[in-house]
Structures are given as structure tokens and as C-alpha cells.
């Protein structure tokens, strides 16, 4: 079946990654990162959207719920004037029609508790795990896969800390993606405050090599499945810019610190870059699909802790210098790369139009990767 959320004589002519195309809403049947866990308290409901669909997320005696925000009934969104009379349920506004957070079954309508629905139906409820102090939801149907084979190889090794923020971004999540796994954007960081702030190595692009060696594609069986690129080691770093034989236009930065040896992208849409910012710690970001339109930008930093001492100096670190100099100094540059793409791919006829060169191998590796060995595409029916 075709989905209809891109047109059908666009998926005609796209070769080779339709289903990449298709999935504008995301992957169906991933975990994916909606917020910190601190951001839901006890027994304070929130609404969000993910892959395009309302939902609502409580914490009811430490344990976290998700159920999609939508009443049976007539379809309402519960958040529209939210009603939780005992701690278990939630009552929609409208009719009455209650249901239980953690299995989302109908056990009430207070308008006629006589009524031979009751106990009849469920709400979908959504399996939401805590993960270095990130709340995930598994968006899917079946029984959820292990939160490890939808996170980078390393992101939850126990010495591992982690800490991280999040935006909104007017783009599609796939823009995001392809932005941060683009070897060629480099060039945009070139006078970003991190490169003399922290005196890293970062040229204006690369010169691949030709064949295949340039990616390698790595299929989880227990771990994630994703693309290493491997740039760094088959090509040529450019350190200096020409024009029409004039030379030096200008040059990369030839700073002491090795920085980015390994990225590689993994399914749902995360990104790793390793070591980075610095060279002892190591980034992990995520596009989240929120809306057609819309992603979350779902920064976090990791790096080895050994003692509580240290732990606590990488919190000061993390938000005193990373986060101003990392994750917005440079960052800040790929949400203006993002939000300048979006209008070419909005009707999608960026897909057909776009002329890729040698660097985005890379890419069209992960759309690849992402088409094959994704566990369901988000599509209209679900929302
Ligand atoms: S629409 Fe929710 S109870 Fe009627
Ligand atoms: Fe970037």
C-alpha cells in the first residue's frame, strides 16, 4: 500500500529509497526520545506530539505512562480540558468516557455507568522506558524491541553519563538528519566559536575517494542497525580554498585537538560523533519526527565517569561550557542549514531535484539502510 502522505507520482520516480521518502512521519515501531525524565513529574500530565500522532504522558507513583490523546468516543483530545479524577485514569471532557493510564482499557463512562462498552475497548498505550535520565516511547504495535537496538553502540554503557537538551525545529526530521550525517556541511562551522574556543582540527570538506570504501553499512542482530562514515580515513581533508586557480580564498583550522574521527547514523534518526566536542567525550543527537514540518532536536553529551567527583564536574561542564560552545555555538549553525532546506523537500519534489555529489555517498548509504531495515513506516491511519 502506498502511503498518502507523499504524493504517488513522486514515490514513481524516486529510485532506490522510497520507503525513506515515505516515512515523513518517522519510523513506526522505534523507540524514540521525547523529553528528560525530569520534565514529567508525578502525577502532572503532559500532552506532546510524536511521528504526528497527540499523546499524553503521566507519572503515577514513579512509573511513566503514555496513551495516545484521543477519546474513542467522538475523538477529542483529552488535553483539550484535562480531567484525572482518581490517580489511574484519565476522563475525557466530553462524555465521561474513563480509561486507565497504564493499559489505556475504557473502565468507566460517567454519564451511564450502565454502559456495555465499559471494559469493551482500549486507547493505545505506549511503552515508555527511562534511560539515562531520558524518557523514550516505543511508537509501535508489537511487542517493543530492546531500547539498545534503537540507540547508538556505547550510548548505554553503564560508566556513561549522560546529559542533554532539546528543541523544536521547523523541518522535517529526515533535513535534520541528513544535515548532522552530511560530511560536506562542514564548511558552515568554519568560523564557529568552538573551533577556536576549543582548538580543534576542522577543514572546509573532504575529497573522497571513489569506490565504496567512503561507508560501511552495519546491521544490528542484537545492536542498532546503521551506516559508519568513514570519510575521515579514505579521503582527503581540504585545508585550503581556490577559485578559478586563485588560491588560498581561505583555509580550514589546523587546531591541535583530533576531534570526529567516527560518525555514523543510526535507526530511528540518531546521530554519533565521536570524540566531540572534545576528545574525551562523545555526541549523540537525535531527529525526532513531531509533525510533517516539525523535529525535535534532541542534543545530549556523553562522557566516562569513574567517581562521583567526576560526575558532578562533567554536569558543571556539560551546561557551563558544552552547552553554549557545543550544542548551541556550533549547533546553531545546522538549525540554519535546516530550516533553509525544508521548503525544497516540503512537497517533496526535492527529492527528484536535488543533484548530490561525491560526499553524499554517505547519505544515500543511510537512505538506503533506513529503507530496508526500518520495522514500519509511520503513515496516515496511525494518527
Ligand atoms: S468524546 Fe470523549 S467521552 Fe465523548
Ligand atoms: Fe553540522
Same mark, same amino acid.
Given at each position: 500500500m502506498m502511503n498518502d502522505l507523499v504524493s504517488p507520482e513522486v514515490l514513481e520516480q524516486v529510485k532506490g529509497w522510497v520507503p525513506y521518502v515515505e516515512a515523513k512521519l518517522g519510523f513506526r515501531n522505534h523507540w524514540y526520545p521525547l523529553c528528560l525524565a525530569s520534565e514529567i513529574v508525578e502525577q502532572k500530565p503532559i500532552a506532546r506530539k510524536l511521528l504526528g500522532e497527540n499523546i499524553l504522558l503521566n507519572r503515577i507513583d514513579g512509573t511513566v505512562f503514555c496513551i495516545k490523546d484521543r477519546c474513542l468516543h467522538r475523538g477529542v483530545r483529552f488535553s483539550a480540558d484535562l480531567q484525572c479524577h482518581t490517580k489511574n485514569t484519565v476522563t475525557c471532557w466530553y462524555h465521561g468516557w474513563t480509561y486507565r /493510564? #497504564?493499559?489505556?482499557?475504557? @473502565? #468507566? %463512562?460517567?454519564?451511564?455507568?450502565?454502559?456495555?462498552?465499559i471494559g469493551r475497548h482500549n486507547i493505545r498505550a505506549y511503552p515508555v522506558q527511562e534511560a539515562k535520565g531520558i524518557i523514550f516511547v516505543y511508537m509501535g504495535d508489537r511487542e517493543p524491541t530492546p531500547l539498545e537496538q534503537d540507540v547508538?553502540? !556505547? =550510548?548505554? #554503557?553503564? #560508566?556513561r553519563v549522560i546529559f542533554g537538551k532539546h528543541r523544536m525545529v521547523n523541518s522535517n526530521w529526515r533535513i535534520g538528519a541528513e544535515n548532522g550525517f552530511d560530511? !560536506?556541511? @562542514?564548511? %558552515?562551522?568554519?568560523?564557529?566559536?568552538l573551533v577556536e574556543g576549543n582548538d580543534i582540527a576542522l577543514p572546509l570538506g573532504f575529497a573522497p575517494g571513489k569506490g565504496k570504501e567512503n561507508f560501511r553499512a552495519e546491521i544490528g542482530d542484537e545492536g542498532p542497525t546503521g551506516v559508519w562514515d568513514l570519510l575521515g580515513e579514505h579521503s582527503v581533508p581540504v585545508f585550503a580554498a581556490s577559485i578559478e586557480g586563485e588560491e588560498d580564498i581561505m583555509r580550514g583550522h589546523m587546531g591541535s585537538k583530533r576531534v570526529a574521527h567516527t560518525i555514523s547514523i543510526w535507526l530511528p534518526g540518531v546521530l554519533r560523533v565521536d570524540p566531540w566536542p572534545d576528545t574525551n567525550t562523545t555526541q549523540y543527537e537525535w531527529y525526532v519526527p513531531v509533525s510533517e514540518t516539525e523535529h525535535i532536536y534532541f542534543q545530549t553529551l556523553g562522557k566516562v565517569c569513574e567517581t562521583e567527583a567526576e560526575t558532578k564536574e562533567w554536569e558543571v561542564a556539560f551546561h557551563e561550557? /558544552?552547552?553554549?560552545?557545543?550544542?548551541? !555555538? =556550533?549547533?546553531n549553525d545546522d538549525l540554519k542549514a535546516r530550516l533553509e532546506t525544508q521548503p525544497f523537500y516540503e512537497d517533496d519534489r526535492g527529492w527528484l531535484n536535488e543533484i548530490l555529489y561525491e560526499p553524499d555517498r554517505c547519505i544515500i548509504e543511510w537512505r538506503r539502510v533506513a529503507s530496508k531495515h526500518n520495522r514500519g513506516i509511520q503513515s496516515r491511519e496511525h494518527l
Open positions: /493510564w #497504564d493499559t489505556g482499557k475504557l @473502565v #468507566d %463512562i460517567l454519564t451511564n455507568p450502565q454502559s456495555v462498552q547508538p553502540p !556505547g =550510548f548505554l #554503557d553503564e #560508566d560530511g !560536506g556541511h @562542514v564548511y %558552515i562551522h568554519r568560523n564557529s566559536v561550557k /558544552w552547552v553554549p560552545m557545543a550544542l548551541e !555555538g =556550533f549547533n
